[in-house]
């Protein structure tokens, strides 16, 4: 789980000229994460998506930190907890944002946590809907390479498990090495993490 | 000059200063628990701003804000309920707060007396919906799985489930809240019967083995819930192909809407031939199961709509001690359940569920020349209502109507008779769960029925509570009174009588930590009023009393670990039961043949990951069970040797969607003992000769193959297994 957890470490360099608040906000909340401050940084985002009804972006963040830091998490108590307080911020993202592959993307991880916290009871319930999720975002945004690198990383696993050909995998995380050659954020404060990881899984697997 | 203004100057800005800092609060406070414990990283915010604070180590928050007048001050933690309080900013300095914990949380204790789950969101879950299909001994029945729970006696040549010193009429089964008429697959003598239907449309399943809600009633030992799957993941195919016949499955989804549907065939004629077992079997076990689940999700509910079929066809010729050329049984079933439910919010606070189902069997029957035809139309309707107080008060509201109508011919060459009954019940139930804190809870709740038939109108109470006695350790007590009218093989020969009754007392301490769960459960059962008569078997004609009564008590162990061994989960399952009874031609009371001493299960499953197989055993022990040997005094005086039974299995999966699956019942070849037939008149001798009952096969073998073709090539079957 190392991988997702370096996946989150993302890095915003925002410099703006006129920054408004909400702008402010975000930046501010995204100090805090890289200050090692999840929770002020999650609660942030909190306050930003609650004042802020027509945004998705900081109930995406707040609901991420809770996911990726359930992934730590060996109590099943405290797991359910913090699983189910990135449910609700998920929840809010897709009310604010309907049919959106970020948001679905993240979905997918949030059951991938649920899974990775043991596999032999979610991991038949949960594994589907996981690979359904980041279907349903490539057939919205078949060139981005952040979905494209995510549903190869999921499913060359389990194909290296069975001793299936990786090849089609392969081939697609190749691509979106290319793909994040030229890509750019689709907006401000998107998520633009990738780049860097999807080298090291074609490394992994594929050489 | 300037020198001159220069005081005033300096006035000037410090009232500038001081106004612009009077437009700028300091809201300020300690967030706590109720036991006065700070809380370390609350967010403390004002509704609708980007104005707000972490509380520290200690609990405090402090925060300025340039808002003036009346805001929301919003406090959320995990895992306590959000405060809100409205108010002036600038009264909002010093602020102590309280939070409540949310008692939706793991750590709230459950009510879990009686209760066992089979789900994966469930708080006390000790059966996960896979274990219904991995368990070696259940070849794909959930009853099979469940009969390695505690609570259960091993009455291995019936296949239903006995619980807790109760015949197996005395369970009901009830999919999505609404009653299942004829749960279990037709079968004769020594044959065992199965649940009718399949474990995959199902994904949780609780099963109480006493004190059960209000909400459900006509059962005196036990009530099994079926849930339907609410939303499938995937639109996908499943073949399976068995040894004993093939099974084709089907889901479609279109955006709210999705139906699966699910055809068997089961023909043991091949399976029969190649290993030849007791029976005479004219036309081999042969049946074809089809059902669907139509599934429509609306805006604030979801509507469910389930239907089965089934036909079951065989005709044998068993041993039997008094008739030299065997007993010969014909049967013909077709069996038609359909049931639909609709549940959904009617406002935030009110639940409403509301369903029916619709029961059409027939059965015809041939025992030697006598001809038995039969006809059962059963029906069921539900409402019922939730109001959810707060998270700490809920209410439950509902109402029933049961509507059964049964008719029996039967033709013999010397005798010919028609009998029947209908029967309504009526029922209402009102129930209330109370969360005091996260460590005490208590449900009351009150039943009442009316029968038509026997003008007879019965109240019962029922009351559990369960308190924390530590981090993972819990202490529950139920009580409850259960009314449940006598069963469809007296019912149809006299409908002059009253409910049967039971009273149940119940203890519990359960341990839950860390993948590990152990259950302890003291209970004790009365029981009143049981159906006396005075041949072997109910008849035509026969004087039926409400006479009989008994008890059942004991203590039942569950062990559950899949922590301290990697890959490696199993659970141990122990009951002790004392009970007697007297009732049907009973002379006195008695321990009957299905309520043995002792029963023991231990199932293991190992998944072996170089070999990418999960493989699993069982093992079943009962004690010996009673009968009466005619040639000694006395009544079910003696005993039968104990029963043993290991089974195997092993899941191979070849990829994500093809899997490899063998199994093998009692691998080690017992010879298990179920009772003895005696003969109804002595020899010359002056003994009564007695035939052993023996399964009709000691060993049986299972071979399928389960492919499941869907888009993303990752879903299979071993949920179905």
Redesign the interface.
Known sequence: MKTIITIAICLFTFTGVAQN?YEK?MQKAFELWQENKP??A???F???G??ESDKWLPYYYASQI?ILQSFNEKD??AL???L??ALNFLNDAKTNSDNNPYVMTLEALYYTAWIAY?G???G??Y???V??LY?KAIAISPENPIFILAKAEW?IG?AK??G?PLDPYCKDIQRAIDLFATFEPEGQFYPSYGAERAPEVLEMYCK | MFQHYQPYLFFLIAVLFSFTSSAQHTVSGVVTQANGNPIMGANVYLEGTYDGATTTEDGTFSFETSEEGTYTLVISFISFEPYRKVGLISEMKGLTIILKEDLNTLDTVVLSAGTFEASDNSKVSVLKPLDVVTTASALGDFVGALQTLPGTTTVAEDGRLFVRGGDAGETQVFIDGIRVFTPYTPTTNNIPSRGRYSPFLFDGITFSTGGYSAEYGQALSSVLLLNTVDEPDQEKTDISIMTVGAGLGNTQIWGDTSLSINASYINLAPYVAAFPDRNDWEKPFEAFAGEGVFRKKMKNGMLKWYAAFDATRFALTQEDINLSEGLYFKLNNNNLYTNASYEGELSDTWNLLAGGSYTYAINDIKVMDGDVTNTNHSAHMKVKLKKRFNSRVKLYLGGEQFLSDFEEQFQDPNFQASYGYQNDISALFAETDLTFSRKFAVKLGLRSEYSPLFDQATVSPRASLAYKTSKNGQISVAYGDFYQQPNQDILKFEQDLEARKTQHYILNYQYVADNRIFRAELYRKDYANLVTFSSEMPTLGDTFENGGDGYAQGLDLFWRDNKSIKNFDYWISYSYLDSERKYRNYPTAARPPFANEHNLSVVGKYWIDDWRSQVGFSYQYGSGRNYTNPNESGFLQQQTKSYNNISLNWAYLLSQQKILYFSVQNALGFRNVNGYQYANTPNPAGTFDRRTLRPAADQFFFVGFFWTISDDKRDNQLDNL
Do not use: V
Request: no cysteine; glycine share 6%.
């Open positions: 608040q906000g929770l002020e999650a609660n942030l909190e306050r930003i609650n004042a809770y099943e108590t359910k907890a913090k189910e307080t043991d032999q009871k979610y038949m319930k594994a589907g809907k690979t359904q279907e499913e389990s498990y069975f299936q």
